[in-house]
């Protein structure tokens, strides 16, 4: 996961954001980005 930003956060602050593409989701007092998902093929 990649950290969006170095500060931070409440719960209520996280909620007033914007979305993301990627979402993110808050851990911690911390955003994380969340990876985008690897598309897995069936043969």
């Known amino acids: 996961m990649v950290q ?3 500060k931070s956060f ?3 602050e996280f909620l007033k ?5 990627p979402a993110s989701e ?3 007092g911390q955003i994380l980005q969340k990876p ?3 598309g897995k093929f069936l043969i």
């Not at 954001?17 to 593409?21: N, V």
Request: glycine letters at 6%; hydrophobic letters at 30%.
């Open 36 to 38: 985008m998902p690897q």
């Open 17 to 21: 954001l914007p979305e993301t593409k």
């Open 26 to 28: 808050y851990i911690d």
């Open 4 to 6: 969006v930003s170095g």
């Open 10 to 12: 409440t719960l209520e």
